[in-house]
């Protein structure tokens, strides 16, 4: 049958002649890494602010003041010279001349570059470790006898589980195993479920990490409805302060809180945004903190 991956082979023998036909399965396998990525970023900018600095200075200047004093103050001053050398002054009855000099000291102003501090810049790389959460997708095959089911052998591994040898050895048992019917040993599967997928509420319960029950298949009978959330799901259990929650395909009709229901599905991861699932905003927020939720096509309520 070309293009559907689908194969079937004939061949004859002694005995007569039979086919094989084989169906391809897939599945999806989560691979997770890291890239890296530009979160933000520091700009460091750096300006020139010009400030007004006052700096008080003392400058001096000379100042001169001429007059004439008594003759006996003057002789004592005889013996001094002149600035400049100027010694014909000095002479009786000699012209001449000086020139006295008057100095001051003006300010100036003027500035250097000195050394004002540093900017550091300290990068470091640090480590947390985070969970990747995603849908995967997994075909599983479902194997329904009809007419004349004791024609009909059913392997109790069809979904990959491995059959226990009993059942093998008693094909009525491996019926019983692919989902004819939930077997009445009342004996539980543990957390991985059996060849039978869950069949017992404590399945469900018990395991410490309900997400490694994520693709098992559900086949519950008798299960209390508690509350009714919208067209397609409901939340379901014993315990109302402790329920799971069940999304149907198909609308709810027909079922009241406290009415028992019969549950074919499977467990599937929740996302870790619930309205993924496609459900209203009040159903996606009762459904936040919940690991694990169960898809089913319907829901069969057994009040009806």
């Known amino acids: 049958m070309g293009g559907t991956g689908i194969e079937t082979q004939t061949s004859a023998g002694a005995g007569g002649t039979s086919s094989e036909t084989v169906i391809p399965l897939h599945e999806e396998k ?4 890291t890239q890296q990525t530009t979160e933000g970023a520091v700009r460091i900018r750096k300006e020139v602010k010009t400030e ?13 003041t001429v007059e004439r004093v008594p003759a006996g103050q003057a002789n004592a ?17 000699k012209s001449g001349e000086m020139t006295i ?15 004002a501090g540093s900017i550091v810049v300290r990068k470091k790389v640090t480590t947390e470790p985070i969970t990747i959460q995603r849908q995967v997708r997994r075909e599983v095959a479902t194997a329904v006898p009809l007419g004349n089911s004791k024609d009909v052998t059913i392997s109790g591994n069809l979904n990959g589980s491995q059959a226990q040898p009993e059942a093998m050895a008693n094909p009525n048992e491996a019926n019983e ?9 009342g004996q539980s599967g543990g957390a991985g479920g059996s060849s039978a997928g869950i069949t017992q509420w404590s399945q469900l319960t018990s395991t410490p990490n309900p997400t490694t029950l994520a693709g098992q298949q559900v086949n519950l009978s008798g299960v209390k409805v508690q509350q009714l959330m919208g067209d397609h799901l409901l939340a379901v259990g014993p315990d109302k ?19 028992t229901v019969n549950l074919r599905g499977t467990v599937r991861p929740m996302p ?6 496609g459900l209203d905003q009040q159903s996606a927020s009762a459904l936040q903190g919940q690991s694990i939720i169960i898809a089913v096509p319907e829901v069969n309520s057994q009040n009806q």
């Not at 006052?54 to 001096?60: A, E, F």
């Not at 100027?86 to 002479?91: E, F, S």
């Not at 870790?272 to 699932?277: E, G, T, V, Y």
Request: proline share 12%.
């Open 101 to 115: 000099n008057l100095h001051e000291e003006k300010p100036f102003a003027q500035t250097e570059t000195v050394p």
């Open 241 to 259: 302060n402790q329920p799971i929650y069940v999304q149907s395909d198909k609308p709810l009709t027909g079922i009241a809180p406290g009415d």
């Open 272 to 277: 870790s945004d619930p309205s993924a699932l």
């Open 77 to 93: 001053q005889a013996g001094a010279q002149p600035e400049g050398g100027q010694g014909d002054l000095n002479t009786p009855f």
């Open 52 to 64: 007004t600095v006052n700096q008080p200075v003392q400058v001096r200047r000379e100042t001169v």
């Open 30 to 33: 989560l691979v997770a890494g």
């Open 177 to 185: 195993a692919s989902g004819a019917g939930p077997s009445n040993s």
